[in-house]
């Protein structure tokens, strides 16, 4: 019975921090709802556009015809002027097209509309998206399962050193999962996304590789004292624990693959090439 409570927790904590992971990303999508007149413009602007084709941008807006409504963006981290596109009116929506960009290239956009004399720009801030290749489901599948099953099995791991578990054969699928899902298959979801294996160390400073490559290199000393019961492994496996649990509290997709339109090249971590009016 008590074995049963753990993975439910640990279940439940999982999915808990893969949520909040994923929501606290630079890559989640933007949504909200403002007022124009006498009307609420409801909207959810995409951060990540994956696979050929344009990026649709719409908004809803009910009632009688709008007299502006615009998308306008550029480049991002460029000087380019802003591009203003009329959006298309259908029902209660407006929608336009943003223009597909190269694997890692991005543009920032905002919409503008207008009703007679009231106007609004939403979002406030204008919303950043990133381009990539389609990535085929029989990579991404795996790898999103193995890496949950890899936090699944390292939050397991850390109660059971509360309730002094053996331990031995969760470390060793713990390595093994978070091996699989994060230094082979991570990889291949990259290369097909913005076509480069590995941008961590000591290629680039992705940061959701580099996180991956630490968390690894920190299990293996766990690993093999836990194998070998040797000294130290309860603490080694503690330390594991915690800096996987660390590095998850990190949003996902931060410091990421970028295309630098001006050498034009995909470069990773922190982009130090600011434009004021951004």
Avoid at 67 to 84: C, G, I, M, P, Q
Avoid at 125 to 140: E, H
Avoid at 162 to 173: A, N, Q, T, Y
Avoid at 255 to 265: L, P, R, V
């Amino acid at each position: 019975m008590q074995k049963a409570i753990l993975w439910i927790l640990a279940f439940l904590l999982t999915v808990g921090l893969a949520i909040y992971q994923r929501e606290t990303g630079p890559t989640y999508p933007v949504r909200g709802s403002d007022v124009l007149g006498n009307r609420t413009v409801t909207y959810q602007f995409e951060r990540t556009h994956g696979g050929a084709g344009d990026q649709e941008v719409s908004v809803n807006v009910p009632g009688n015809n709008l007299s502006h409504a615009v998308l306008r963006f550029k480049r991002y981290r460029s000087n380019d002027e802003w591009t203003s596109i009329p959006m298309l009116h259908q029902g209660d929506n407006y929608s336009a097209f943003l223009p597909h960009q190269p694997p890692a290239g991005k543009l920032i956009y905002q919409v503008d509309l207008k009703d007679g004399e009231k106007m609004l720009s939403i979002p406030e801030k204008p919303v950043v998206t990133r381009f990539k290749g389609a990535v085929p489901m029989a990579v991404l599948v795996p790898h999103v399962l193995f890496m949950f099953a890899a936090l699944l099995l390292t939050i397991r791991i850390g109660m059971g050193l509360l309730v002094h578990e053996d331990r031995r054969k969760l470390v060793g699928i713990a390595v093994l999962f978070l091996g699989i899902g994060g230094l082979i298959l991570g990889p291949v979801v990259q290369k097909y996304a913005f076509g480069e294996l590995w941008t961590g160390i000591p290629f680039g400073w992705d940061l959701t590789d580099n996180k991956t490559l630490i968390s690894f290199v920190c299990w293996l000393p766990a690993l093999y004292l836990t194998q070998k019961n040797l000294k130290w492994q309860r603490r080694a496996t503690a330390f594991a624990v915690l800096v996987m649990l660390l590095i998850y509290i990190v949003p996902h997709s931060v410091w990421g693959s970028e295309f630098n339109y001006k050498d034009g090249q995909v470069t990773t971590g922190i982009q130090k090439v600011q434009v004021a009016d951004e």
